[in-house]
C-alpha cells in the first residue's frame, strides 16, 4: 500500500510569489490534515479536511489555503509568500475521523528567499 | 486552548538503558493522548495512543507510555534504548471536543540520542 504522497519534495520562492503543495492520502483515506514544521514554531496545524470540506483551520492568515479533490487527493496554497513561510509543510491521511492516528508524508520543504 | 510540554530538548541514553521521554499536557476534559517520531528528512511516524482505559499503553517498536491523569503526564519509556531509537520524539494532545477532527496539538519535541 502506497504512503502519503507528497509533491513537490523541494522547492524555494521569492517573497510575494505563491506556492501550491500537492499531497495524495494513503488509498482509501478521506481524512487529510496539514502541518507547518519550523525550528522556532515547531509544528502548528494548519488545516484538515474532509470530504472536500474544511474541518477545522489553524491560527494561519488567510494567505494560507487549501482545498481536497473528491478522490481525496489535496492541495495547499500560500500566497504572497513572506520569508517567514520558509519550513517543512506536512500532509497527513488518517482513515478514521477523529482518531489521531495520522500518516504523514515526507513534507514539502519550502525556502522563501 | 489546549497545550503540551516536552521539558527536555534532548536525552542522551546509554544503549540498553532504559528511556524515558517525558511530556505534559494541558486540556479541557479527558484527553487523546499520542506519540509521534520523526527521523532525519522524514514525515512524522505514529507510535502510540492512549483515549482511555489502561493507563499503560503499548505501542510500536517496544515503546510505551504512562498516563497519569493526577500529574497530567504521559511519559514515553522503553526498557532498552537501541542506537536505532535516535531520533526526534512528539507528543501530541487531540481535545475531546466534538469536531476536533484529527487536530493535534504537538509538543516542541525531543531530540533521542543513543550512544552505542
Known amino acids: 500500500k502506497a504512503g502519503v504522497t507528497q509533491t513537490p519534495r523541494y522547492l524555494i520562492k521569492t517573497r510575494g510569489q505563491q506556492v501550491t503543495l500537492s499531497c495524495s492520502p494513503i488509498?482509501?483515506?478521506?481524512?487529510v490534515s496539514w502541518y507547518q514544521q519550523t525550528p522556532g514554531q515547531g509544528l502548528q496545524f494548519l488545516f484538515e479536511y474532509f470530504s472536500e470540506t474544511q474541518r477545522n483551520k489553524g491560527n494561519f492568515p488567510g494567505r494560507f489555503s487549501g482545498r481536497q479533490f473528491s478522490n481525496s487527493r489535496s492541495e495547499m496554497n500560500v500566497s504572497t509568500l513572506e520569508l517567514g513561510d520558509s519550513a517543512l509543510y506536512l500532509c497527513?491521511?488518517?482513515?478514521?475521523?477523529?482518531?489521531?492516528?495520522?500518516?504523514f508524508g515526507e513534507g514539502s520543504r519550502l525556502t522563501v528567499l | 486552548a489546549q497545550s503540551v510540554a516536552q521539558p527536555e530538548d534532548q536525552v542522551n541514553v546509554a544503549e540498553g538503558n532504559p528511556l524515558t521521554v517525558k511530556c505534559t499536557y494541558s486540556v479541557s476534559g479527558n484527553p487523546y493522548l499520542f506519540w509521534y517520531v520523526q527521523y532525519p528528512n522524514r514525515g512524522l511516524q505514529f507510535l502510540l495512543k492512549?483515549?482511555?482505559?489502561?493507563?499503560l499503553v503499548k505501542g510500536s517498536y517496544g515503546f510505551e507510555a504512562e498516563f497519569n491523569k493526577s500529574q497530567t503526564s504521559f511519559h514515553l519509556k522503553k526498557p532498552s534504548a537501541l542506537v536505532s531509537d535516535s531520533a526526534l520524539y512528539f507528543c501530541a494532545v487531540r481535545d475531546k471536543f466534538n469536531n476536533a477532527g484529527n487536530m493535534l496539538t504537538f509538543g516542541g519535541g525531543t531530540r533521542l540520542m543513543v550512544k552505542p
Open positions: 497527513a491521511s488518517s482513515g478514521g475521523l477523529d482518531t489521531g492516528e495520522l500518516f
Open positions: 492512549y483515549i482511555t482505559g489502561d493507563n
Open positions: 488509498s482509501g483515506h478521506r481524512s
